[in-house]
């Protein structure tokens, strides 16, 4: 089985392009972003809750604790949430406004209080990713992203499998794409 493409920053913005102009472009920004940029897993991303994001004060949190039975390997893990990403969530949000807290976080048109599950989640990625023409992308591919970029930026394989919620190095390290640029840039420290 191939792995899922790791996109380019170009390509990414072509995909936030397209969804800018779409039907529930807020939901859809959000859920591609989330990947991107935390990490996460399309299973995890679908069994978000309201509560698992926002505070009590309905602040986008820092950390967003995902409980065992949330995961793919049932370990309960902590997910950190850059800036960027609060942004977007809060932006998200400020256009949700879900009446039960525990209500999940990305809501689909035919069934807004039980949201997306994993697999309906997998196939939406796959029309976004397939609409704007980009082969090989998949609800991996934003999991794949944030792995390598933050590889290409020096962060440590123990740092990464912490933050992908992976236990095993190995594991880790299937994810990681190298290319030319990164391997140009590795052979000019010496």
């Known amino acids: 089985m191939s ?5 380019t920053a170009q390509e990414l913005r072509r995909v936030l392009d397209y969804v800018a102009t779409r039907k529930h ?12 940029l935390a ?3 399309v299973g995890e991303v679908a069994a978000l809750r309201i509560d698992d994001v926002l505070d009590a004060d309905g602040n986008v949190r820092n950390e967003i604790r995902l409980d065992a039975e949330q995961t793919k390997g049932n370990y309960a893990r902590v997910v950190f949430v850059s800036e960027k990403l609060r942004k977007e969530l809060t932006k998200y ?4 406004k879900p009446i039960n807290q525990e209500q999940k976080l990305f809501y689909t048109q035919k069934r807004v209080k ?5 697999n309906t989640l997998c196939q939406h990625f796959h029309h976004l990713y397939h609409a704007v023409g980009i ?3 998949s609800s991996h591919s934003g999991r794949r992203g944030f792995l390598t970029n933050l590889a290409s930026k020096g962060v440590g394989v123990r740092v990464l499998m912490s933050l992908s919620g992976h236990r095993a190095m190995s594991s880790v390290q299937c994810y990681i794409d ?3 640029n990164q391997k140009r840039a590795a052979v000019e420290l010496l």
């Open 178 to 180: 190298a290319n030319d």
């Open 93 to 96: 949000l400020a256009l949700y």
């Open 3 to 7: 792995q899922a493409k790791t996109l």
């Open 114 to 118: 039980e949201g997306f599950d994993a």
């Open 39 to 41: 990490g996460m897993r």
């Open 25 to 36: 472009a807020a939901r859809n920004r959000a859920m591609l972003l989330i990947t991107h």
């Open 135 to 137: 082969e090989g992308a």
